[in-house]
Nanobody
Framework: QVQLVESGGGLVQAGDSLRLSCAAS???????MAWFAQAPGKERDLVAA???????LYSDSVKGRFTISRDNAKNTVYLQMNSLKPEDTAVYYC????????????????WGQGTQVTVSS
């Protein structure tokens, strides 16, 4: 039983930064947390994932620009987004699964409702 609520999206210019937050209700001990992005007309793809111990993985398109982190005591996961590009424009979803990190949408059992990130050129 995990409920997820995202926040922090908005309208920014290319090169700007945003910090997304995902607050979880319910215990998330041993859960992997992740961020996925879905642009209009495109599939939902993994942006970053972080396991309970802090191990992380990233999509190639965001490596070096985005950082995922979590505060287990607060049951919150973050996505620091730097050097934003127009192609980062998408709805960003927080997701959770019990166990290790994966890149597959279907492996995540819990989802937030998403927060819109729009980056202008």
């Amino acid at each position: 039983q995990v409920q997820l609520v995202e926040s922090g999206g908005g309208l920014v210019q290319a090169g700007d930064s945003l910090r997304l937050s995902c607050a979880a209700s319910g215990r998330t001990v041993s859960y992997t947390m992740a961020w996925f992005a879905q642009a209009p007309g495109k599939e939902r793809d993994l942006v970053a994932a972080i396991n309970w111990n802090g191990g992380s993985l990233y999509s190639d398109s965001v490596k070096g620009r985005f950082t995922i982190s979590r505060d287990n005591a607060k049951n919150t996961v973050y996505l620091q987004m730097n050097s934003l590009k127009p192609e980062d424009t998408a709805v960003y979803y927080c997701a959770a699964r019990f166990g290790s990190s994966t890149t597959t949408v279907g492996d995540y059992a819990y989802w937030g409702q998403g927060t819109q990130v729009t980056v202008s050129s």
